[in-house]
């Protein structure tokens, strides 16, 4: 016959959540950092391409799709959108003259 103390087992599930919430907390925040990464590259690409270099130089050097770098320079648009004023290639709290 199986037997547990009762604690112990409310200690080890609270212990489990507490994990996944961890785990889920995480997942977000790469997904975040992935979106301002991805975002950042796109306002490179755009701030390269109005200070006069083609978009075919800079897909070459990238070894990316025309498709593909107008993916990210449509990510830095929608960046834009969602946080207005907010530059993706500075950090939280941070400023570009730090």
């Not at 270099?53 to 834009?80: D, N, P």
Request: charged share 35%; glycine share 6%; net charge negative.
């Amino acid at each position: 016959m199986y037997t547990c103390n009762h604690g112990e087992v409310d200690k080890a599930v609270t212990q489990v959540l507490e994990a996944r919430a961890a785990y889920d907390q995480a997942r977000k925040d790469a997904a975040t950092m992935v979106d301002r990464a991805r975002a950042a590259l796109g306002l490179e690409i755009r701030l390269a391409r109005d200070s006069g270099t083609s978009q075919t130089e800079i897909l070459t050097k990238m070894r990316k799709s025309r498709e593909q770098v107008r993916a990210f320079e449509r990510a830095s648009r929608t960046w834009e959108e969602k946080h207005p004023g907010e530059d993706p290639r500075v950090a939280p709290g941070e400023s570009l003259e730090d």
